[in-house]
């Protein structure tokens, strides 16, 4: 149990379905993230909400629509994707302050296919 | 911008030691950390090091050079269940807020 929890765990969409991936802290941070991961490539960070606040939108095709109703969840709206953002998205929560003890938390990720 | 440096790949055996090294560029440095990731899993936090020197927790340490933009991740005593992949960060705060920014992992691979 990492205090980040991710739904649904696999996804299989076609490319002209629309779906939502969720996260949910359990930890009192105050900032949440996406990221993607794709084999043989970098953890690509994708958006950084900062107390709610969207901070950081890294050149993300807007197919992909993040939204944070709260410091506790985090989701990120899928529609028209291609097959090429088939990859693992993780999510991850930190208190965004500068000290010890302020590392990342991961969520388990969500394998998503796109058909 | 940021990049990240780290080996691809290494190979150890059982019980020896192994050292995983990170270079990095970066305009706003605001500390680094090491993260184990197995296959099919989430990374998990290994270490956080924001000042030069050495920081030991058990098996693992880490040491950082922020003059040369480098870092080293130490396994000892290595186990079979150490073999994953090793993903060194920087955390940037150019922009105001902090990111996490993530090198591309170096898988490892014990072998008895």
């Given at each position: ?30 900032a ?9 490539k970098?953890?690509?960070?994708m ?65 998503l296919?796109?058909? | ?72 991740l ?39």
């Amino acid at each position: 149990e990492t205090g980040v929890t991710q739904t649904p765990r696999h996804l299989v969409m076609g490319m002209t379905n629309k779906k939502s991936l969720k996260c949910e802290q359990h930890l009192g941070h105050n900032a949440m993230y996406w990221y993607k991961q794709s084999a043989k490539k970098p953890l690509e960070l994708m958006f950084v909400y900062s107390l709610e606040e969207r901070v950081e939108n890294n050149s993300v095709p807007s197919r992909f629509s993040p939204e944070c109703p709260n410091s506790s969840h985090l989701f990120l709206h899928l529609h028209t994707l291609q097959p090429e953002d088939s990859a693992l998205y993780l999510c991850a929560s930190s208190q965004d302050e500068d000290r010890a003890g302020t590392e990342a938390f991961f969520g388990q990720g969500t394998r998503l296919t796109v058909v | 911008g940021q990049n990240i440096d780290q080996p691809t790949e290494m190979t150890a055996t059982e019980g020896a030691i192994v050292q995983i090294n990170c270079t990095y560029q970066t305009s706003g440095f605001n500390g680094l950390f090491w993260y184990q990731q197995h296959a099919g899993e989430a990374p998990t936090f290994l270490s956080y090091n924001v000042l030069d020197g050495l920081e030991e927790k058990g098996r693992f340490s880490s040491f950082l050079s922020r003059s040369k933009g480098y870092s080293y991740l130490l396994l000892k005593e290595l186990q079979m269940k150490d073999s994953a992949s090793y993903l060194c960060a920087v955390r940037d705060l150019s922009g105001g807020y902090n990111k996490l920014i993530f090198g591309a992992g170096t898988r490892l691979a014990v072998h008895p």
